[in-house]
Nanobody, 121 residues
Framework: QVQLVESGGGLVHTGGSLRLSCAAS????????VGWFRQAPGEERTVVAA?????YYADSVKGRFTISRDNAENTVYLQMDSLKPEDTAVYYCAAALGLPDRIIKGRADYWGQGTQVTVSS
């Protein structure tokens, strides 16, 4: 079993930055595809960024967000810059084995509990 714990969320003004962390425990996730998702109130959870054979970004965050991983620390990061009010959501990290499509489409094997990001205008 893998446990994922997100941290780093909070309240930030428009244009600000946050760095989310997702610490994995239980086993190494170095062989897993990993991703960050977000869910705003009343909306579906959608993929924000993922690392498969390459990096994937949703159009809405391209050029502003950067996903990275540190396999030695068993941790995944999401650097979020130039934040906008529409980025406000609960952010989740996830990990999946198998084909890249699984993480892109949210068919993950493991999910974190989420961390709230609020961007004020």
């Amino acid at each position: 079993q893998v446990q994922l714990v997100e941290s780093g969320g909070g309240l930030v003004h428009t244009g600000g930055s946050l760095r989310l962390s997702c610490a994995a425990s239980g086993r190494s996730i170095s062989s897993y595809f990993v991703g960050w998702f977000r869910q705003a109130p009343g909306e579906e959870r959608t993929v924000v960024a993922a690392i498969t054979w390459s990096e994937y970004y949703a159009d809405s965050v391209k050029g502003r967000f950067t996903i990275s991983r540190d396999n030695a620390e068993n941790t995944v990061y999401l650097q979020m810059d130039s934040l906008k009010p529409e980025d406000t959501a609960v952010y989740y990290c996830a990990a999946a084995l198998g084909l890249p499509d699984r993480i892109i489409k949210g068919r993950a094997d493991y999910w974190g509990q989420g961390t709230q990001v609020t961007v004020s205008s």
